[in-house]
């Protein structure tokens, strides 16, 4: 069982940046699939990045060249670093670990991201 704890959401003003923190309790970091995903009001929960076991990535081209996925296997912590944010990227932030069969959420950080 893996426990997912997301920390790092706030009011923002556009342009400014946010690091979003996933500590995931009972480890998995190292060797699953760790995911950002989004969901904005009324709409769907969509892929925001990806990082690997192995460390490769992936972007939403939405946050192409201004988000980062990173990981530390010593602190089982993924983050998302955000930078040059719009107020488009105002959502509920999820953070996923996908490992063999099982997929874990966490319970979601607010993004809000004012003109």
């Known amino acids: 069982q893996v426990h997912l704890m997301e920390s790092g959401g706030d009011l923002v003003q556009a342009g400014g940046s946010l690091r979003l923190s996933c500590l995931a309790l009972g480890g998995a970091v190292s060797i699953a699939t760790m995911n950002w995903y989004r969901q904005a009001p009324g709409k769907q929960r969509d892929l925001v990045a990806r990082i690997s076991g192995d460390g490769n990535t992936n972007y939403a081209d939405s946050v192409k060249g201004r988000f980062t996925i990173s990981k530390d296997k010593a602190e089982n912590t993924v983050y998302l670093q955000m930078n040059s944010l719009k107020p488009e990227d105002t959502a509920v932030y999820y953070c996923?670990?996908?490992?063999?069969?099982?997929?874990?959420w966490g319970q979601g950080t607010q993004v809000t991201v004012s003109l």
């Open positions: 996923n670990c996908v490992f063999g069969e099982h997929n874990f």
